[in-house]
Structure formats: C-alpha cells, structure tokens
C-alpha cells in the first residue's frame, strides 16, 4: 500500500482535463440507443455493466429531461457533462449518458443502495433457465441533516396507493417553516410517497415513490429513498417481502473487464469529507485490494484525475488502457428521445404485493 501511495502521490504530468471531451454539437445520425436499466449479469470477475452513450440534446431540452428518459439522477448526468449548462444545454449539445457502471463490490444479492453514487442495484434471483441480471435505477437519499443510514436491513412490507402517517418530527419541521402538515397525507396527487412503497426493517425508512421527481438523484428526502414513478412501479412487483437490502457508502468503485480495471468516482458525501477519520475506503486502498489479486500497474496520473473530478463514469486505469476522451470519441450517438422502453410489469400479480394502507416513514 504504501509504495502505490507513494507512487500516486510523486506522480506527474497529469491528463489534461480539457481534452477529456468536446461538447460541441453533434451532426452525425443517431444510434439506436441502449437499455440502461437492465443488464446481463456478468460472471464472477467482470464488474462492468452497460456502456457510456452521447445524446444529442433538443432545443427544449434540459440535462433533467435527458436523464429521466435514459433512467439517470441529476446530480449523475450533470458531473459526467462539466461546462454543459444544466438547464439549456442547447440544440445539437453533446451530452454524454452514464450509462455505465462498475457493480457494488460484496455478494449478488437483494437490493443493494450506494448513497455516494445515488443509484441503487438489485440482483433478482433469476427464472429456472434464464440468465441472472441486475436491475440499477438512480434515486434520491436524504439530505444533511436527515441522512438516510447505512447497514443490513431488508423489506419488510410492501404498500401499493400508501397512506403517509406524518413523523411528529416531519410535522414540526414544516411548522417552523410556515408549512403546517396534517397527521395523514391520502393517497394520490399530493402524496409524497408516490403510489408505492417498501417498508425496511431499519424502523421509520422506506424505498418509495415520489411526486416530486426532479428529486431523484439528489439529497432532498427526511431520509427514505426515491425512485421515479415508473422505477417503482416496474421494481415494486419484482421485490418480494424479505429481499435483504445492503446500504453502502461507496465514492470509489473498482472493478474488472476484459482484462482491464476500472476506476468510478464520485463526490463523497458532504458529512463524509469533514468528519475526520471518518472518510470511505480511499481509491489506494481499494486499488491495493483488487491488484493483489491480479498483479497490474496502474496508470497513478489517471487514478488521481479520476479522483479529482469525480465524473462517476468507469475509467480504465491500467497502463496502456484507452484515455477517457477516447472512449467519450467511441461512444455511440443516440437521440436526446430514447427509441426504447423499460419492460412494464403488472404491479398487481405478486401474491405478495400489499393492498393499500398506510405507510409510517419520514419520506
């Protein structure tokens, strides 16, 4: 470990951010664009699902209109696109899709929620005869303050058309602020649950909907998590109650394709970057993990560009892999619309799908 921190910490010449990708404005035919919320489970050894893809931006468009249609968070779309205006990219802008990720470290199994990166993966135990696969959809977390823990929960009950009994804490927080909530919230419009949800044991937090989806895929809920509308509505009948949940705590992902290992990070959580000792694994430290097992040098110029701009996109860090702008170059162009659509289940065939009723949570 401490001659790959040395080595991380002497090294020169670092990649020159500018060159990384011009987001000028596309001209060439769009692609066909690629599913980014279902993938083929990879064996054992591979951690890398789905590929980066480049939407060509609408004159209407705004980089939270691209990322629901192509199953993203805000927060995830606007740092894989620096110096793209979020809220008028402009007609023909290159926006490039995080539609790439390296899986959660640990076993493949049940949900598992990494607050860093605000996505959430879950790993379904797949039909007799068919392949294993992961499902991955963006989602809110709480904000500071109201953090949403971490740990080994699982689901516990499920809710379709939930009533929300308001915590007393929620109650007095919206008084304070001139915004006085009743004790119930019914089904429907105005609820802020959505129209289903998914009670963890952890007492009080819940996996829910929203209608307020422009939340997804920031800091902005008392705690739960939030899913668009239509996640929760196809992953809701796929989760059986007793699904074990895994909450994590990740800015750094490592793991391996072809041969080749790859590097995503993100921005550590704000609490995380002041509590002192309190910081996730360092990337050195998960590098020095995963190299003991495949012995590979790594590009130590590149770990820390990595790092340093925190795009969340999967980076190849071994020596003489491809340069980011490259693969940004590569990736398929596809239309701002996506010509596809995530399959849609029906919500009410699970012999274990809830009636409605309520559902105590701090949303």
């Known amino acids: 470990m401490k001659v790959l921190s040395l080595v991380l910490l002497l090294a020169t ?64 779309i606007v ?31 049940g949900l598992v929620l990494n607050l860093a990166s605000m996505r959430l993966f879950y790993f379904p135990e797949p039909a007799p005869g068919q392949p294993a696969e992961v499902i991955t959809h963006p989602m809110g977390i709480g904000r500071e303050g109201w953090e949403t823990p971490q740990g080994e929960t699982r689901i516990i009950q499920k809710t379709a058309n939930p009533k929300w009994t308001v915590p007393q804490s929620v109650r007095r927080e919206h008084a304070a602020m001139g915004d006085p909530l009743p004790r119930v919230v019914p089904p429907g419009p105005d609820n802020p649950l959505g129209e289903y949800a998914m009670r963890l044991s952890m007492p009080s937090y819940l996996i829910h909907g929203t209608n307020k989806p422009w939340g997804v895929g920031m800091r902005v809920s008392h705690g739960c998590i939030r899913l668009y509308p239509e996640d929760i509505a196809r ?11 895994r909450i994590i705590n990740e800015p750094y992902l490592t793991g391996w394709r072809g041969g080749v290992l790859y590097l995503e990070a993100h921005p550590p959580l704000a609490e995380d970057s002041r509590a002192a000792g309190a910081s996730p694994t360092s990337p050195e430290q998960m590098l020095v993990a995963r190299t003991a ?23 190849p860090i071994t020596q003489g892999s491809a340069e980011l702008h490259e693969l940004l170059a590569q990736a398929p162009r596809v239309s701002s619309t996506p010509g596809w659509a995530p399959v849609d289940y029906d919500a009410d065939s699970p012999a274990d799908t809830a009636s409605p009723g309520a559902a105590d949570g701090i949303q």
């Open 79 to 109: 740092a894989a696109n620096p110096g793209v205006d979020p809220w008028l990219p402009g007609e023909g802008t290159a926006v490039v899709l995080p539609t790439e990720f390296v899986l959660p470290a640990g076993a493949r199994k």
């Open 13 to 76: 010449g670092l990649l020159s951010g500018c060159a990384l990708f011009d987001t000028g404005q596309l001209t060439e035919a769009a692609a066909s664009p690629s599913p980014s919320d279902r993938f083929t489970l990879p064996p054992e050894g591979t951690d890398v699902v789905g590929k980066i893809q480049v939407a060509s931006a609408r004159s209407e468009d705004t980089l939270a209109d691209i990322a629901r249609r192509y199953n993203l968070g805000y927060e995830e």
């Open 235 to 245: 992953l809701f009948p796929e989760v059986p109650v007793g699904t074990p949940v």
């Open 293 to 315: 097992v495949q012995s590979t040098m790594v590009n130590p110029a590149k770990v820390q560009q990595t790092v340093r701009e925190a795009r969340g996109l999967p980076v």
